[in-house]
């Protein structure tokens, strides 16, 4: 599976995205730098099909149906539009996103799921207070049980606080089975990674984005189909 981004922005003089273009594909995990509030969310829909951008394409494999960019490719963790309430349990977060996948999704259900992770001392804990790297693992790998699902958005990480190594390298672990990974984050967040010694991997890299204007929108953009 391959997804190209090709010059796509969002608002008015591109203030809620601009010009942006870059490329994700299976077996590989790639970053990309999106500064302010809104734009990491807005770049999270629209490479996984969730909004229409106002210029530019997103196709998949050549197809520009964005039905089936949202069938193939999961948006997780994009604030204020799909990350979980932060007062919600971990067991209420993976019960819902296992109903999502179609499997059991009772808590019992749930917490078995968790141990066979290797997370079952955090079922209790409410999501936001997981430590940002369990948070991460969760919820990539909740969203990789949904049938038809072989890519992964994870919008913006980074702003839950600790190293960013850390959720990297789990990027990378799902690339390395096959999943195609864009991480959306911030500029210092990029830094670090560039630095790995491991991103210099051929199916570690950084993805191709213009951003050049800091202003966020104060227009709601649009999204469209379902945000799951």
């Known amino acids: 599976m391959r997804v190209v981004v090709d010059a796509v922005s969002k608002g008015r003089r591109g203030e809620a995205l601009g010009q942006t273009s870059l490329t994700f594909e299976s077996g590989h995990a790639r970053f990309v730098r999106t500064e302010t ?3 990491p969310a807005v770049l999270g829909l629209i490479a996984s099909g ?9 196709t998949i494999d050549g197809d520009a149906s ?3 960019l949202r069938r193939r490719v999961a948006l997780v963790d994009a604030p204020d539009v799909n990350d979980p309430p932060p007062n919600v349990t971990v067991t209420g977060v ?6 999502f996948a179609g499997l059991p999704a009772t808590p019992v259900h749930a ?5 066979q992770t290797g997370f079952p001392d955090v079922a209790a804990q409410p999501i936001s207070t997981v430590d940002p790297h369990v948070r991460v693992r969760i919820l990539c790998e909740l969203a990789a049980l949904r049938e038809g699902v072989e890519g992964i958005v994870l919008v913006s990480p980074d702003r839950h606080g600790g190293g960013p190594e850390g959720w990297w390298r789990i990027a ?12 959306i984050i911030g500029s210092a967040a990029a830094e670090v990674i560039a630095r790995m010694p491991e991103t210099a991997a051929d199916h570690l890299a950084e993805a191709t984005a213009d951003d050049p204007d800091p ?7 649009e999204t469209e189909g379902e945000i799951r």
């Open 37 to 39: 509030e809104q734009r």
């Open 50 to 58: 969730r909004m229409r951008p106002d210029t530019g394409t997103v």
């Open 66 to 68: 964005p039905k089936e």
């Open 94 to 99: 993976v019960g819902e996103e296992l109903m």
């Open 111 to 115: 917490r078995r799921w968790l141990k």
């Open 172 to 183: 990378a672990e799902l690339a390395e089975r096959g999943l195609a990974l864009l991480v």
């Open 215 to 221: 202003a966020a929108d104060t227009e709601e953009p």
